[in-house]
């Protein structure tokens, strides 16, 4: 009986969004106190597709890309959401010149077209992009520097 009620817990925060299996136990164990009936809940939903960390990967990039964060701090997001590293390669190429004009379009929005007039306001931007988590050959593509 009570599983009837993790389950429909888990379907509810699934018709949210995506979510990793460790996420979703995580949520769950909070209200449910059984580990063992939630991780088995989690694993029957994983096996019905109803919890696809590969659809939880693709969606987690697209969405994190459409709000200007680079790969770097993409990997640490759903490094921290129990996906292994082994399941992110596929799916996230640090070299994809998309990150280059990303980068370039982030700095842009935040900090105009031109280049930074001194060595303060350069490592502002840099520590800004960084934050964002764009790679070196990223920040120095968007702030027009030569490239090592």
Not at 25 to 38: N, P, S
Request: proline content about 4%.
């Amino acid at each position: 009986m009570m599983s009837i009620f993790i389950r429909n817990a888990a379907l509810n925060l699934l018709s949210r969004r995506e979510h990793s299996k460790k996420e979703l136990c995580l949520k769950l164990t909070k209200r449910f106190k059984d580990k063992a009936k939630v991780e088995a809940v989690v694993r029957a939903l994983a096996e019905q597709e109803w919890c696809n960390e590969d659809r939880f990967i693709r969606e987690t990039i697209h969405a994190k890309v459409q709000r200007g964060y680079g790969p770097l701090y993409i990997e640490s997001y759903l490094l921290q959401r129990g996906i292994p590293r082994s399941n992110i390669t596929p799916h996230l190429h640090e070299d994809d010149p998309m990150w280059l004009e990303l980068a370039k379009k982030v700095k842009e929005k935040r900090f105009g077209s031109g280049t930074p007039s001194s060595l303060l306001e350069k490592a502002k931007w840099v520590r800004f992009l960084k934050s964002r988590g764009f790679a070196s050959t990223h920040i120095q593509y968007a702030l027009r520097l030569p490239l090592l």
